[in-house]
């Protein structure tokens, strides 16, 4: 995109988006793209947290906003890419500005098992438990805590959101389906590849560093399974397959929800290549 941009007399700049690539520790695990891989395009927002700082979404939104303006200030343009949809969803809409919750409440909510929880939500804010799946823990208990903690339902905040830059910037969005098996085929290579080009070091350097074990860092796919084996709890054949399911896993989530979650206007690329020019032919023109 950013050299056809540059055909046609642009100047492109590449922003990441995605969860993982934007930690420093995970060149390897997250396919951080390299040197040789960026090609002479600039490229921001890639590896640009420490594994100790979780990078939220209203984190990494916050920073895409200056990046994106500061490439519009110098006459080029943004191209956004990721697979976290949460980020781009946030960056566009803006974020609820829901106060902290109070630490006893989601104590007492996270103690709750998950029945119980969707029960109480049913009560207590009946809207959103209709949106949610009966087994859906994570987002019951924090529909949950913030309607206990605000006064306030999860919805109503949701609907105050801010900081979105949707109104402001002309998007030419652009989702990739490819094949699925094409897909997943592609999954079950990439983990094996990844163990013969330094993933193994790569988490022995983050065990090195003794982090929580809570971080985001230390739970991306991979990390967990190699960790396993270098603890001597898993064999490299069962770290090979039980990474790869994780990553088809992961991908299927995403697929399924950049198709579902992203307006049905924007345009779909379902084949396992495109050509830039037949989907982007009027930011082409600019």
């Not at 990046?67 to 697979?83: F, N, R, S, T």
């Not at 979650?261 to 082409?284: C, G, M, N």
Request: glycine letters at 6%; proline letters at 6%; a negative charge.
């Amino acid at each position: 995109m950013a050299k056809a941009l540059a055909d046609a007399g642009q100047r492109g700049v590449v922003i990441n988006a995605d969860s993982a690539q934007v930690y420093a520790d995970l060149q390897v695990l997250s396919a951080r793209p390299n040197l040789e891989e960026m090609d002479g395009i600039e490229h921001r927002l890639f590896g640009s947290w420490d594994g100790t700082q979780p990078c939220s979404a209203a984190d990494w939104a916050a920073k895409a906003r200056e990046e994106i303006a500061k490439v519009h200030a110098d006459g080029a343009v943004p191209i956004l890419v990721g697979g976290t949809g949460m980020y781009i969803k946030i960056l566009l809409e803006g974020i609820a500005p829901i106060p902290e919750i109070d630490a006893e409440v989601r104590r007492h909510v996270r103690a709750l098992p998950v029945q119980g929880a969707y029960a109480a939500l049913r009560v207590e804010d009946p809207e959103r438990a209709m949106m949610l799946e009966p087994t859906d823990s994570q987002r019951i208990a924090r529909a949950l805590e913030v309607v206990r903690s605000t006064g306030t339902s999860l919805s109503d905040w949701q609907n105050a959101k801010t900081g979105g830059i949707a109104d402001d910037i002309a998007l030419h969005p652009l989702v990739m389906l490819p094949p699925r098996e094409w897909l997943y085929e592609r999954c079950d290579r990439r983990f094996g590849l990844m163990l013969e080009h330094g993933a193994i070091e790569e988490v022995e350097a983050l065990l090195a560093r003794k982090l929580d074990p809570g971080l985001p860092v230390m739970r991306a796919i991979g990390v967990p399974e190699i960790a396993d084996f270098l603890s001597g709890n898993m064999m490299i054949p069962e770290v090979i397959a039980k990474g790869a399911q994780a990553t088809r896993n992961y991908a299927k989530r995403q697929y399924t929800w950049f198709r579902n979650q992203t307006p049905h206007e924007w345009k779909r690329a379902e084949s396992k290549t495109i050509k830039v020019p037949d989907y982007f032919a009027s930011l082409l023109q600019l």
